[in-house]
């Protein structure tokens, strides 16, 4: 089934990498708050930099969800009919998406100290999660190593959920585990840059 679906659903794929993409050079914004030394004034208010780096992953996670959404109306009349369940799982697999690429980004963004740093470091890291999770070639095409490889990055659990839900119309457990994955990298991600922040701020 995954070769009759792969030419439209390659739209969600593609789609996901631009999540990813965008959501790394958002994130590069918080480089330029800490050079300027906003950050730090910032985080002498209640809450530190907790509550900075959380509407940071709030806002990088609707500009995700955004951009998925504009990819799917684009293709709208080439989509299957969907039914409302389907709609508000494709909904939940944006949320995740936008929310993985969130706090991957910033985890990565605040291991740097300048956009000089982090530019080719990000985008490294986002083409080649794309290469491994299918966002570039359908994955059914590549070995079978690198076909299981690519069950650790976050693009091969998100075009699955999306293809089971949207064009298989399919609700299963690996959709559900796809959910958690994501949301566990989106808030793996988020701790770690938590972590990186506080202690630049503390040297």
Do not use: N
């Amino acid at each position: 089934p995954c070769a009759v679906l792969a030419p439209e659903a390659k739209r969600g794929a593609v789609s996901v990498m631009f999540v990813f993409f965008a959501a790394m050079h958002g994130a590069m914004g918080g480089l330029d708050e800490r050079q300027s030394g906003l950050q730090s004034r910032l985080a002498l208010a209640r809450g530190g930099l907790a509550p900075i780096l959380a509407g940071r992953a709030v806002w990088l996670t609707a500009v995700g969800v955004m951009q998925s959404a504009a990819v799917f109306v684009a293709a709208w009349v080439k989509l299957p009919a969907l039914a409302p369940w389907q709609m508000a799982a494709a909904a939940v697999t944006a949320l995740a998406v936008g929310f993985c690429a969130a706090g991957l980004a910033l985890a990565l963004t605040a291991a740097c100290r300048s956009r000089e740093q982090a530019q080719p470091l990000t985008t490294f890291v986002v083409l080649l999660l794309a290469a491994l999770g299918g966002s570039m070639a359908p994955r059914f095409l590549m070995p079978e190593a690198f076909r299981d490889l690519g069950w650790i990055t976050p693009h091969a659990w998100a075009i699955e959920a999306y293809q089971a839900v949207i064009w298989r119309g399919e609700f299963t457990s690996t959709v559900i585990a796809a959910w958690a994955v994501m949301a566990g990298l989106g808030a793996g991600g988020l701790a770690v840059a938590l972590i990186l922040e506080r202690r630049r701020a503390a040297r």
